[in-house]
């Protein structure tokens, strides 16, 4: 997602007008955190890496309505030995499953709250839409077993999709902190999207589902077949536009992102690591015209892994473990039509 900053991000469009983005992130975890606590020496080695592109188009119907339409593609690598033959680093060999394609694509409608004519320096929009199953949530690559190779489904890390209708729950709003003085150029920012998933599971299989592992019983119904999880990004922060010449602005921030143990509508149950970042979030900007272009750095400050419903059910002791990353790196391009 990018910014909606209003004045510094254009994203208050005239009727008929379009507003294309194309932006691309990059995300990499490769370090164990058991419950509030990263770990020094791996506990379940598994380095992820995700290269995501992402086109998003907003088209103006009137001054206050927009509807927005985003299309996802991605490509992801997960190297670990646990999810082949099921041995923890020593370290054993690593094999790396891929999957790459299109994602799972959401539209929704925005309206502004205040009229922009009236509020030209702060709104606040909602926005409401769906999310539709088009990303493959079946991706397979080879896995390694003690008989030989087999084909098995990819972690749901790198997995396109969640095979699942969702719901999508947005807001964003900006404001410039004075009308003169040096606060007339900086801008604060806000932005959350809640993705809800009604449904519990799909029918993929997770990874290690056709082996009889002990604990934790991969095979059982419980965890067996992937969870369709909801999902969660919160931003908030300033821009100072303008600094040191009109076209460059600076934005400092923080993010708030996740999966959750439990879902906001349905069940809970299936194969899912639930978890979540705060993050600092510095970047810069350039516009000039119709064109605006952005990188922002993402740095985790904190990361929490929490233990799945399904983990509880069957005893699986101790608090929640996840591999989540350290940084992340977004690059975007916006022009307006």
Avoid: C
Avoid at 112 to 131: E, F, M, R, S
Avoid at 191 to 211: F, H, I, K, R
Avoid at 316 to 331: N, S
Wanted: charged share 20%; proline share 9%.
């Amino acid at each position: 997602m990018t910014p909606s900053l209003g004045v510094e991000g254009g994203s208050i469009l005239e009727p008929g007008h379009w507003l294309a983005t194309v932006s691309f992130r990059y995300y990499n975890s490769r370090q164990d955190v058991l419950g509030d606590e990263p770990q020094d020496q791996p506990i379940v080695y598994a380095n992820t890496h995700l290269y995501q592109f992402d086109i998003n188009v907003v088209y103006g119907v009137t001054k206050r309505l927009s509807l927005v339409l985003d299309i996802p593609f991605q490509y992801g690598t997960r190297a670990t030995s646990i999810e082949h033959d099921f041995t923890r680093p020593n370290p054993p060999p690593l094999h790396t499953m891929h999957a790459g394609g299109l994602g799972d694509i959401r539209l929704r409608g925005d309206v502004w709250l205040l009229d922009p004519d009236k509020h030209p320096n702060q709104n606040i929009a909602l926005g409401l839409g769906v999310k539709f199953p088009t990303g493959d949530y079946g991706a397979t690559d080879t896995a390694f077993r003690p008989t030989g190779p087999v084909e098995r489904p990819v972690d749901p890390a790198i997995q396109l999709g969640d095979g699942g209708w969702g719901i999508v729950l947005h807001g964003h709003g900006f404001a410039r902190l004075s009308s003169k003085g040096w606060l007339r150029d900086t801008v604060a920012y806000a932005e959350g999207t809640y993705v809800a998933n009604p449904q519990e599971m799909n029918s993929t299989e997770n990874t290690l589902g056709d082996l009889p592992v002990p604990f934790p019983p991969t095979s059982d119904p419980r965890v067996k077949y992937d969870s369709i999880p909801d999902q969660f990004l919160f931003r908030l922060g300033f821009t100072q536009v303008g600094f040191p010449i009109k076209e460059l602005s600076f934005s400092f921030g923080g993010r708030f992102e996740g999966v959750p143990s439990h879902d906001l509508i349905g069940g809970d149950e299936g194969w899912r690591l639930p978890g979540h970042a705060v993050s600092v979030e510095p970047g810069i900007s350039y516009s000039r015209g119709k064109d605006y272009i952005a990188v922002t750095v993402p740095i985790a400050v904190w990361r929490h892994a929490s233990k799945s419903v399904p983990f509880e059910q069957v005893g699986v002791p101790g608090p929640g473990l996840e591999t989540l990353a350290d940084y992340q790196i977004t690059v975007t391009y916006t022009r307006t039509f």
